[in-house]
């Protein structure tokens, strides 16, 4: 049984996070939201969890490195900044950063990865995107994790390639570019789909999310993952075993 903290309580994920961790038999050791002492959390917890926003970070970060304990970021929009400060943390602690903790998507971005590297450059891989209207960053964190396992199995980093809100007179696609589509609206939990067009021929990859409790569990899955672990950078693979 591990005592777990949710940064971000009061919202979507952090509700569910705690449903969660009821029903896998966790302790929840309370929540954080913005203006709390994510300090006082960190030192009741043997984990914290954050879904809450990426001006967060820096502070959760010091909240987990001062209580020697490991967070789970589940937060997405984050910037380089952001993972260069997460790398930093990683020296002290475990941490797990991911733009999506489920299960399904975990294996998606196995299968990308070996689509990319099996039907190679000539393929055109494009990666759209749809969820709730209240949703604020764009593309998702899916999105953009999908996209980076497609980039890294051809041999580059994403933002090298990466083709982002095309409109108006764009001029023909880039060769071995990676784009990305994002639609919003109504209540959906996330769908994303990678696409790999080549001559004649079209594959498909597709991951529907129901219902938001899949990235709760993965992220209790991954959080009670972390404890006990030596400091380090970790990611959903290691914990699914992928
Ligand atoms: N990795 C994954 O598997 C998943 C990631 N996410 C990501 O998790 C994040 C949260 O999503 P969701 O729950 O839908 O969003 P919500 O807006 O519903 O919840 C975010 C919560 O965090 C709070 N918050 C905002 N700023 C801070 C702060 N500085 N310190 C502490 N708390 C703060 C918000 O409070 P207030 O309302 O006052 O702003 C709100 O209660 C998003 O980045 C989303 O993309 C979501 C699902 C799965
Ligand atoms: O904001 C959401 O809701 C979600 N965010 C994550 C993302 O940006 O990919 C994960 C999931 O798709 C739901």
Redesign the pocket.
């Known amino acids: 049984m591990a005592r777990i903290g949710i940064?971000?309580?009061?919202?979507?994920?952090?509700?569910?996070l705690a449903e969660a961790i009821v029903a896998t038999g966790h302790e929840c050791s309370g929540g954080?939201?913005?203006?709390?002492d994510?300090a006082k959390l960190a030192d009741a917890s043997d984990a914290l969890v954050?879904?809450?926003?990426?001006?967060?970070l820096q502070?959760?970060l010091h909240a987990a490195i001062g209580a020697g304990i490991p967070i789970l970021?589940?937060?997405?929009?984050i910037t380089d900044e952001h993972h260069l400060a997460i790398d930093h943390a990683a020296q002290a602690v475990p941490v797990l950063q991911?733009?999506?903790?489920?299960l399904g998507?975990t294996l998606l971005a196995h299968l990308v990865g070996e689509a990319a590297k099996r039907l190679g450059p000539d393929w055109d891989i494009e990666i759209v995107e749809m969820?709730?209207r209240?949703?604020?960053?764009a593309p998702?964190?899916?999105a953009l994790l999908l996209g980076e396992a497609a980039a890294a199995a051809r041999g580059t980093h994403l933002s090298a390639v990466m083709e982002s809100g095309r409109d108006g007179h764009t001029g023909a696609r880039a060769e071995g570019a990676i784009g990305f589509a994002a639609l919003r609206g109504g209540t959906i939990?996330?769908e994303h789909s990678v696409y790999f067009a080549g001559e004649q021929e079209r594959l498909q990859l597709t991951h529907l999310a129901e219902n938001?409790m899949i990235?709760?569990n993965?992220?209790v899955k991954g959080a009670a993952w972390l404890i006990g672990r030596d400091a380090g950078r970790y990611t959903m693979q290691d914990v699914l075993g992928l």
């Not at 940064?7 to 569910?16: F, L, V």
């Open positions: 940064i971000g309580s009061e919202g979507r994920m952090g509700h569910a954080a939201d913005r203006g709390d994510v954050d879904f809450s926003a990426p001006a967060a502070g959760n970021i589940g937060t997405t929009g991911t733009g999506n903790t489920s998507v969820h709730h209240m949703k604020v960053d998702s964190g899916t939990a996330g938001r990235f709760a993965g992220a």
